[in-house]
């Protein structure tokens, strides 16, 4: 019993780790390899999605993002796919990159099993030259 209150204890304060976009912003109902890296190719053809958007439009520093994805077929097996997105809200920038290869096996006529290796980048960014402050701050100085 210790064991698992310890376990749920450390568990708990990561509950908002994000390993892609909001799916309001991805475009996740039409674009599969947006929701996971293992959907690359899997409509055997080439796709790409470009996506824009501004959350409140006309306040300064309100939320943005802008992704591109794409991701095609290369063999009867294997596919590729390339995720680029940036959001910046205000001070702050997140920028993502992620390169994927995927592996698609018929198992049945209708059911297949998918594997993919898909090694991401990520910088997380705070911009100081759009810091405002009273005084004279050192650090801003620099």
Do not use: W
Not at 6 to 20: H, M
Not at 31 to 40: E, I, R, T, V, Y
Not at 87 to 94: C, D, I, V
């Amino acid at each position: 019993m210790k064991k698992h209150l310890l376990l749920i204890s450390l568990l708990l304060p990561c509950t908002c780790l994000f390993a892609q976009f909001p799916i309001s912003q991805n475009l996740g109902n039409i674009n599969k390899f947006a929701l996971s890296p293992a959907f690359a190719g899997i409509n055997s053809n080439a796709e790409a999605f470009i996506t824009y958007g501004s959350m409140m439009a006309g306040i300064s520093g309100a939320p943005e993002y802008k992704l591109l994805n794409t991701n095609f077929t290369l063999n009867e097996i294997f596919s590729a796919g390339l995720n680029l997105g940036v959001l910046n809200t205000g001070n702050f920038s997140k920028y993502k990159t992620s390169l994927t290869l995927a592996a698609q096996f018929q198992l049945k006529e209708e059911a297949f099993i998918t594997f993919a290796l898909s090694p991401n980048f990520y910088r997380h960014q705070l911009e100081i030259s759009k810091i405002k402050s009273q005084g004279t701050d050192p650090f801003l100085l620099n």
